[in-house]
């Protein structure tokens, strides 16, 4: 069973994932938009990796026998300079989310809560790949300059992303 104060934190954050995917939804739409299927591709999965992140925080919610508490989702961005902007905004995003997982386990360490600190694990560990993600995309972009032919070619690079399904990426 969760405290009250963690009970809402968790709701909190679950919100904030399925802001995440409502977001990469948006860059994906964006993305098919101006002609780069590749990155739209890439997107989606990204849509689809945080659509299981929120659902294991559902899941952990009901597992304690607490409440889970959906609440209204943000409207994302739906207008983006160009793709290095759309990526510079994830990283920017992530690094918000970062911030709010490791304050969750400062609290969960605080509240003497081994089980949430221990279920936080697998999100501050996939912070970690999030982000390196993200530099790695922002490096390529600034060098093929955001355009041209050489962005086409990341385009096809981006396009075999492939969504793994939770039972391969849970350790539930
Ligand atoms: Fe669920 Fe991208 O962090």
């Known amino acids: 069973m969760l405290s009250e104060k963690m009970e809402a934190?968790?709701?909190k954050q679950l919100n904030n994932e399925l802001y995440s995917a409502y977001l990469y939804l948006s860059m994906?739409?964006?993305s098919t938009s101006i002609g780069l299927k590749g990155f739209a591709q890439w997107f989606l999965v990204?849509?689809?990796e945080e659509t299981v992140h929120a659902m294991k925080f559902y899941k952990y919610i009901l597992d304690q026998g607490s409440q889970v508490k959906l609440m209204a989702i943000a409207q994302p961005m739906t207008e983006f300079k160009s793709p290095l902007d759309m990526f510079e905004k994830t990283l920017q995003h992530e690094k918000f989310i970062t911030q709010c997982i490791n304050d969750l386990v400062d609290f969960a360490l605080a509240e003497k809560d081994q089980a949430t600190e221990i279920f936080l694990q697998w999100f501050v560990t996939e912070q970690i790949e999030e982000e390196g993600n993200d530099h790695e995309i922002i490096g390529k972009l600034k060098l093929v300059g955001d355009q041209g032919p050489a962005l086409l070619m990341l385009d096809r690079e981006l396009a075999?992303?492939?969504?793994?399904?939770?039972?391969?990426?849970a350790k539930d």
């Open 9 to 11: 934190a968790l709701n």
């Open 28 to 30: 994906s739409a964006y």
């Open 46 to 48: 990204q849509y689809q």
């Open 160 to 169: 075999t992303r492939v969504f793994k399904p939770p039972a391969a990426t």
